[in-house]
Nanobody, 121 residues
Framework: QVQLVESGGGLVQPGGSLRLSCAAS????????MGWYRQAPGKQRELVAH???????KYSDSVKGRFNISRDNARKTLYLQMNNLKPEDTAVYYC???????????????WGQGTQVTISS
């Protein structure tokens, strides 16, 4: 069984920074893509940033220049450095990974439980 556990959320003032982490554990053969999504109250879940299967990164226009996604493959950990945070960044942030657990199973999408990020003065 695979687990994705996010951490690092919290309450910060506008202009502040946070660093989210997502640790993947369990039976994992290979990870093809990993990324971050967020969902604000009353809104649909949206992509924030992710690594593509080729290893490149993509960001939503709303976070470009402020957020940076990185990863530690050896630790199977994904990070999201968020700078110059704005009230509109308030949301639950979810980690996702498209991965393979065994060679006999298909690749699958996996999600963490989410971590709350609140930007408020």
């Amino acid at each position: 069984q695979v687990q994705l556990v996010e951490s690092g959320g919290g309450l910060v003032q506008p202009g502040g920074s946070l660093r989210l982490s997502c640790a993947a554990s369990g039976s994992i053969v290979s990870i093809r893509t990993m990324g971050w999504y967020r969902q604000a109250p009353g809104k649909q879940r949206e992509l924030v940033a992710h690594f593509t299967s080729s290893g490149s990164t993509k960001y939503s226009d709303s976070v470009k220049g402020r957020f940076n996604i990185s990863r530690d493959n050896a630790r199977k950990t994904l990070y999201l450095q968020m700078n110059n945070l704005k009230p509109e960044d308030t949301a639950v942030y979810y980690c996702t990974a498209f991965l393979l657990t065994t060679w006999s199973e298909p690749w699958s999408d996996n999600w963490g439980q989410g971590t709350q990020v609140t930007i408020s003065s």
